[in-house]
């Protein structure tokens, strides 16, 4: 099954070299080390390759993450305030501990009832893409252009939605907008059938778990908090804690209006040992991990793609401008990408010790990551369907796949479709419905 896998999507398997390692990068900026809490990276996009000479864009097939959140749970706030309460009431807190304890009782009266819910950073991020987007592609948004726009369910999506369409309404009145957000789309915005895949998933657990349970020293991330280590051998479970900090520490980024970080608590080395982790099983779980099978990226990405075929299509024979755009999760959008083998996403990393060398979740999907597919034709309006032209755009970026290109980063659809239904034809899940 790997074999045919790597054989259909011909350079899935690569070898990335970075010019930094993660750990030299989470040394230089601790946030990197967030995994899917990084703030969306809108500072200093590259310039965009023109178009080959005479074509113009007309229609951009969009899935976004949504932005910036709160975190998903009351208790990811009110966890570390009982330990730390624990702490304090035995004198066992350091002056930094007291003063973490009072900030995390801050931020968790902040957070209530909005668990999960975007925040006001969340909201900007999608309203600068969709500046940026009219900014780079004003032909696809002009006069009468036309927006189909689909969201999952959740609150934190629908307003992702609602901010980047606003941004179309008010600088072109003109534009006809069809937006909702029901579960009927949910399909294809948020394919994630979990018992399935964790069915599938097996294999890949015995070396999984055995990386999961490998020792990090927190000694010094204790030290911040405690003044006495043995209260700390006797009384917290040695990740409780640390696990809860790491996550609202990561997730801190998400509130620009907030002054507050708890990043000093650990060392760069400490950061490392727990995003490692995570690392390897977002891996395992939603990229294509040879050892799973590479299961995710279909049972998640196959009926996104076949999505993104069938609209892709549709606004090219329908002859009219404009952006289907869909709002959904990051455990979507990830499978899709590592399922297309767009840039170095769809690596397949045998050693699974080697996943973090090769393979980095924090920049795939940050915080409203998404793909954008730009359609050209003709500014004559001559262009048969057989050359019509595509760029792909991950996080504002002009991204490869594994294809023969027109020029640049330019492919042509029919390429592209043949490519993608090439993938579809080979998936190992098909008896399934994947």
């Known amino acids: 099954m790997h074999r045919r896998y790597i054989t259909i ?24 080390s967030a995994y899917c809490y990084v703030v969306y990276p809108d500072k200093d996009l590259p310039a965009l390759t023109p178009a080959p000479r005479g074509y113009v864009p007309f229609h951009i097939d969009h899935y976004g993450r949504h932005g910036s959140r709160w975190l998903t749970n009351a208790r990811a706030y009110s966890d ?43 909201a900007e991020q999608h309203r ?9 592609f004003p032909q696809v948004f002009a006069g ?6 689909r969201s999952t369910t959740k609150i934190r999506c629908i307003l992702s939605m609602s901010n980047e369409l606003q941004v179309f309404s008010a600088r072109n009145p003109r534009i006809t907008i069809d937006c909702d957000a029901s579960a009927a789309d949910m399909y294809y915005l948020k394919s994630e059938p979990r018992e399935l895949i964790d069915s599938l998933v097996k294999p890949a657990m015995p070396q999984l778990l055995d990386l999961m349970k490998a020792e990090i020293d927190f000694s010094h991330f204790h030290s911040q908090l405690f ?81 993104i075929i069938a609209s892709c299509d549709a606004a090219i024979a329908s002859g009219n401008h404009g952006a289907t755009l869909r709002f959904g999760h990051d ?60 760029k792909f755009l991950y996080n504002e970026h002009e991204a490869t796949l594994p294809i023969s290109a027109v020029e640049g980063p330019y492919y042509r659809w029919n390429d592209v479709k043949s490519y993608f239904e090439n993938i579809l034809a080979m998936s190992p899940y098909k008896a399934l419905g994947y």
């Open 9 to 32: 999507l011909a350079v899935l398997t690569c070898i990335v070299s970075w010019a930094i390692t993660p750990r030299e990068e989470f040394a230089r900026d601790k946030r990197r």
């Open 80 to 122: 570390p305030i009982e330990i730390l309460d624990m702490g304090a009431r035995n004198g066992r807190l350091t002056a930094r501990g007291q003063e973490i304890l009072s900030q995390l009782k801050v931020l968790n009266e902040a957070s209530q009832n909005r668990w999960g819910e975007l925040t006001p950073l969340g």
């Open 128 to 136: 600068g893409i969709a500046e940026r987007m009219m900014t780079n």
């Open 144 to 149: 009468d252009a036309i927006i189909n726009a």
């Open 227 to 307: 003044n006495d280590p043995q209260f700390v051998a006797d009384s917290i479970a040695p990740a409780d804690l640390v696990g809860k900090m790491y996550e609202l520490a990561s997730n801190m980024q998400s509130h620009s209006e907030m002054d507050m970080s708890f990043y000093d608590l650990f060392t760069v080395d400490e950061l490392y040992g727990i995003w490692n982790k995570f690392n390897t099983w977002n891996y395992v779980y939603l990229a294509a991990c040879p050892q799973s099978g590479s299961a995710c990226p279909y049972v998640t990405g196959v009926p996104l793609l076949r999505n």
């Open 331 to 390: 455990t979507v959008i990830m499978p899709t990408v590592c399922l297309m083998g767009l840039d170095w996403y769809g690596a397949q990393v045998s050693d699974m010790s080697k996943v973090s060398d090769e393979w980095q979740n924090y920049r795939i999907f940050p915080m409203a990551a998404n793909l954008q597919m730009v359609f050209y034709r003709h500014a004559e309006g001559k262009t048969s369907p057989a050359d019509i032209l595509v």
